[in-house]
């Protein structure tokens, strides 16, 4: 590639040579410099492919009054980083875009879980056999499944808000209580930290209505078949 290709590419201009070259050289070289200094200074102006700013939001509105067709996420690196920085924040908060609550999804899918290994961790629980062992029927009679408690009840947390702001509604949810299926000695459905109980698996619940509903016809096979037996 011939030389001063690049720096013409760059927009930098070239020293041209003349019977004046001794004369001008120094104003040529101080022309360089100036060149390098204004590209290299802190903030580069939007004029030279900068952002014209040291922060997202102002370098975003000079990008914006520059191209109004340029998207907030400029292809500028430093507005990039700043993006992707506070985005991974935002996931390290739980902070979701709302997109996410509103997205409807049709598409084949699985059910996520959250690992509790100290990593912020999504994934989905394998329910193959083989990748399975140590198989046996959990030991639930329909005694403690009838037990379990079924509660409208709001958060302490939201009641707060409410009592703050007289606009605010503290939404009245329905569940149970991981402290009472633990008492009832129903530990697969309970959450644990610590040895503790603090959450319900309630994507699990399920199974303990299916299994009451076994056991209910159980009984039932067994009355008809002892009314069937007093007919004959």
């Known amino acids: 590639m011939p030389i001063g290709d690049d720096a013409t590419a760059a927009g930098i201009p070239l020293v ?22 204004r590209r290299t200074r802190p903030i580069l102006p939007v004029s030279m492919g900068g952002t014209g700013s040291n922060t997202p939001a102002t370098a975003r509105s000079n990008l914006g009054i520059v191209a109004a067709n340029i998207p907030t996420i400029s292809t500028n690196v430093q507005t990039d980083i700043d993006y992707l920085a506070d985005t991974a924040e935002k996931a390290r908060l739980g902070d979701l875009d709302i997109a996410v609550w509103n997205r409807d999804i049709t598409w084949t899918r699985r059910e996520a879980w959250i690992g ?14 083989d990748h399975k062992q140590d198989f046996a029927a959990p030991e639930w009679t329909a005694l403690q499944l009838r037990a379990i408690p079924i509660l409208h009840y709001r958060y302490i947390a939201e009641v707060a808000k409410a009592n703050a702001d007289p606009e605010y509604r503290a939404a009245v ?6 402290e009472d299926l633990h008492d009832l000695g129903l530990w697969e459905f309970v959450a644990y930290e610590a040895g503790e109980p603090v959450g319900v698996h309630y994507n699990l619940l399920g199974l303990a209505a299916l299994r009451l509903a076994q056991l ?3 009984r039932l096979d067994a009355l008809e078949a002892r009314i069937a037996e007093g007919n004959n």
């Not at 509790?116 to 056999?129: D, H, K, P, Q, T």
């Open 16 to 37: 041209i040579g003349s019977t004046d070259l001794v004369k001008d050289g120094a104003d040529h070289h101080n022309e360089t410099r100036d060149e390098i200094a």
């Open 116 to 129: 509790n290994n100290g990593l912020v961790e999504l994934g989905y629980n394998s329910s193959r056999r």
């Open 173 to 178: 949810n329905v569940g149970t209580i991981a």
């Open 216 to 218: 209910a016809h159980d």
